[in-house]
């Protein structure tokens, strides 16, 4: 009688999955311009006034740091106006709130020959809805980085 044949089966394990390369790359630092933005942020104002809120300050502060930080910047205050008044009187009160907001940045260290005021009264609305919160967005100091 023969001997039942045995046989002995190795399985070799599969290789451990590797992951993928990736492809992402790491988030590089954001630029000048991207930290500008972000950082300065409109400035509002209520109708028919020049001076801006105490809720508008801290932005203004957390801008000047920043500015003082970065030496080479140069920038441009937009004073704007919503639609009510006419176009001579919102010209002139959208040069008044650019002036508040360059003389802010000025009394906080940041040289003027850096900043340039400009009013463009009710000419670049953001929002065009009659209703006051639209009106709002529209009474408004906005910064713009020179290249």
């Known amino acids: 009688m023969s001997s039942p044949l045995r046989v002995t089966v190795n399985v070799i394990p599969a290789p451990a999955a590797q992951p993928a390369?990736?492809?992402?790359?790491?988030n590089p630092s954001p630029?000048?311009?991207?930290?500008?933005?972000?950082?300065?942020?409109?400035?509002?104002f209520d109708y028919d006034k020049s001076?801006?809120?105490?809720?508008?300050?801290?932005?203004?502060?957390?801008?000047a740091k920043w500015l003082i930080r970065?030496?080479?910047?140069?920038?441009?205050?937009?004073?704007?106006?919503?639609?009510?008044?006419?176009?001579e009187y919102n010209i002139a009160l959208g040069d008044e709130r650019a002036a508040a907001v360059r003389k802010y940045l000025s009394d906080q260290g940041v040289p003027e020959a850096r900043m340039e005021a400009i009013?463009?009264?009710?000419?670049?609305?953001?929002?065009r809805e009659p209703n006051e919160d639209c009106r709002q967005k529209n009474r408004r100091a906005q910064?713009?980085?020179?290249?």
Request: hydrophobic share 30%.
């Open 119 to 127: 009013s463009y009264g009710e000419e670049r609305p953001l929002c």
């Open 70 to 87: 970065n030496p080479s910047i140069r920038f441009t205050i937009e004073g704007n106006a919503d639609e009510r008044g006419s176009q």
């Open 21 to 26: 390369p990736s492809r992402l790359q790491p």
């Open 143 to 147: 910064f713009v980085m020179k290249p």
């Open 51 to 63: 001076t801006f809120g105490n809720s508008e300050i801290p932005k203004l502060q957390a801008g």
């Open 31 to 44: 630029t000048l311009a991207e930290q500008f933005q972000t950082t300065m942020q409109n400035i509002h």
